[in-house]
């Protein structure tokens, strides 16, 4: 049994928001459970998943070296941080769920928001979720097939068979979602720390002529540099995702920005070492030939045991899709509750206070990119989306305080830091044009659908037939069930 949450609960009807009720008169909504601790590993469990298995190839294709490639891990890792910290402002200033969305919403108004919401809900959001599940399908059958690869429609079962555990389990209970979220977490750093350890261990027994000519520049192009910065911010996408989850954090105004540091300073650390790692036991051109860069690490430097990694890079990718789930559910329940979506998604069950309806939305087109996607060929595409998007509403930030300089910032960063990512950002945007037209054309087309969209879906009264029949049939419904508590 489902109620709104933006509706009161009793036997016959419901009521607007504000007198939300259980039959014994307590609030049926989102608790405060997300602590420091589960902050840190929502972060950290949506950051490290099939990223960092995925980017290293990518990045050092399109950065020519290997000197230049790990500048660009660090520099996206520092150019995450710098947008974690305006987040964390925003988070501490706004206090409500939604992340992008919300944030774009309070400084732009509705429309640029639901741009923001056409693009998650239509592209970014089930070609990134299909990206994960499928590298978690390819991971978990490794040990099964190996030396052989999985079969393609082995892995996509086996993806399916994912994809439909961590629907469940966010649809049964935010509180063992985010226990099973900690433990998953502490599985990535493991495979990371079995990554890093023997290979820094050759590292200083003095084999390091993989890192001969490290800075040879002959390979390098300008144009390919925002491919390299696209791979490498997929790699760390997830430090935004703890303020999808805002209203659930307790004392966001401290608990925000210290989870965010913390968890940046954990994962870029990692990515530095677990890319040195990588180096030490593999040439460039070995690297650039593996069709799973851990894989074939393991199998170089740990013998039997090598079994073992891609079941725990596996888990990696699992908890990345679980932490996903869990805060990108909350996007779209905050969307409905703007009334830029349907009302259903603002549900949530009325005991196990779960957003069922947002948390299934993204079924459908997730099962289809499955099917029909691929992994590589999606990462140009989100790449630049999501650098489009991130742009603007740190851009928000800025406007909002020149418009609303008075308004509460228990968190604030120096000035500097938004406006160098600003300035970053719109720089690989408009650079990508040159590098990969197609890919950044098709994304720029998809992100200007959403104007039309929200005239059509938002804005007009004389909207086509079957959307107007669809919505009285919705509104006289929702009449009905509120007359009958009467």
């Known amino acids: 049994m489902k109620r709104s949450l933006g509706h009161k609960s009793s036997h016959n009807g419901t009521e ?149 555990t961590v629907l469940f389990l966010n649809s049964m209970s935010v509180t063992w979602t985010a226990r099973l979220q900690v433990l998953l977490t502490s599985c990535k750093l493991l495979v990371i720390i079995i990554i890093i350890i023997p290979g820094v261990y050759k590292l200083f027994k003095g084999e390091t002529s993989n890192f001969d000519n490290a800075f040879d520049l002959s390979h390098l192009h300008l144009s390919e540099i925002p491919l390299a910065f696209y791979y490498g911010m997929y790699a760390y996408s997830g430090w935004f995702y703890l303020n999808f989850v805002a209203e659930e954090v307790h004392s966001p105004e401290k608990t925000l920005p210290l989870a965010i540091c913390v968890s940046m300073a954990i994962v870029t650390f990692c990515y530095v070492l677990i890319n040195v790692a990588y180096y030490t036991v593999m040439t460039a051109g070995e690297l650039l030939a593996s069709e799973a860069v851990a894989v074939t690490f393991a199998e170089k430097v740990m013998g039997n045991f090598s079994l073992a990694v891609p079941v725990f890079v596996a888990l990696s990718c699992f908890g990345s899709m679980n932490g996903v ?43 289809v990119q499955l099917f029909v996607g691929n992994i590589y ?85 004389n909207r086509p037939k079957w959307i107007q029949k669809t919505l009285a049939a919705h509104h006289l419904a929702s009449e009905i069930t509120n007359a009958k508590r009467y």
């Not at 690869?149 to 086996?158: N, Y």
């Not at 905050?334 to 603002?346: C, D, M, N, W, Y």
């Open 325 to 367: 789930t869990f805060v990108v559910s909350r996007l779209f329940y905050v969307a409905s509750r703007e009334k830029q979506l349907p009302e259903i998604l603002s549900m949530i069950h009325i005991r196990r206070h779960t957003p069922l309806p947002a948390v299934l939305i993204l079924y459908p087109l997730t099962m």
């Open 16 to 164: 607007p928001v504000g007198k939300l009720e259980h039959k014994n008169g307590r609030k049926v909504e989102l608790g405060k459970k997300v602590t420091l601790l589960r902050g840190i590993s929502i972060i950290i469990g949506t950051i490290v998943g099939a990223g960092i298995f995925i980017s290293p190839k990518g990045i050092l294709k399109n950065s020519g070296s290997i000197g230049m490639s790990l500048m660009v891990w660090i520099a996206c890792g520092v150019l995450s941080l710098f947008g974690a910290l305006c987040y964390a402002e925003l988070g501490t200033c706004i206090k409500k769920s939604g992340g992008h969305y919300t944030y774009l919403m309070e400084a732009f108004g509705p429309m640029l928001a639901f741009v923001k919401l056409w693009i998650e809900l239509v592209a970014v959001r089930p070609a990134a979720m299909s990206v994960i599940s499928l590298a978690f399908g390819q991971y978990i059958l490794e040990p099964l097939f190996m030396p052989c690869s999985p079969p393609p429609m082995a892995v996509k079962m086996a993806t399916v068979v994912g994809l439909n």
């Open 377 to 461: 060929s999606l990462l140009n595409f989100i790449g630049f989306l999501r650098m489009l998007y991130l742009a603007f509403v740190v851009l928000g930030l800025l406007y909002l305080r020149y418009t609303k300089p008075d308004l509460p910032r228990p968190f604030k960063v120096p000035l500097f830091i938004p406006v160098v990512f600003v300035a970053t950002c719109f720089f690989m945007v408009f650079l990508s044009f040159y590098s990969d037209p197609t890919g950044s054309g098709i994304g720029l087309g998809i992100a200007l659908t959403g104007i039309p969209a929200y005239y059509i879906f938002i804005c007009f009264n």
